[in-house]
């Protein structure tokens, strides 16, 4: 049974940090293109950063220089490093894995920057 399990969404100030946790189980993790989406109220879902099995890792252009993904494939989880938090990055952030065009999803974790 696949499970993606994301922690470490929040409240926080505008300019804060938070750092997203997703742990994968039922996979073979390496295998897998790792990523971070999330979706607003009234708004599409969107990709926000993805690492694939290689290393190689890319952003939105929204996110660039403030957000951060890396993974520990001997952990089984990928991260999510945000910094310079902006009211308009609250949204519901989920962790996506991908393999031969099948996505599995976590639950999501709610991200709100507030002050």
């Known amino acids: 049974q696949v499970q993606l399990v994301e922690s470490g969404g929040g409240l926080v100030q505008p300019g804060g940090s938070l750092r997203l946790s997703c742990a994968a189980s039922?996979?073979?993790?390496?295998?897998?293109?790792m990523a971070w989406y999330r979706q607003a109220p009234g708004k599409q879902r969107e990709l926000v950063a993805r690492?694939?099995?290689?290393?190689?890792?890319s952003y939105a252009d929204s996110v660039k220089g403030r957000f951060t993904i890396s993974r520990d494939n001997g952990k089984n989880t990928v991260y999510l490093q945000m910094n310079s938090l902006k009211p308009e990055d609250t949204a519901v952030y989920y962790c996506?894995?991908?393999?031969?065009?099948?996505?599995?999803w976590g639950q999501g974790t709610q991200v709100t920057v507030s002050s």
């Open positions: 690492i694939i099995t290689g290393g190689t890792i």
């Open positions: 039922g996979i073979i993790f390496s295998m897998y293109s």
């Open positions: 996506n894995g991908r393999w031969a065009s099948v996505d599995y």
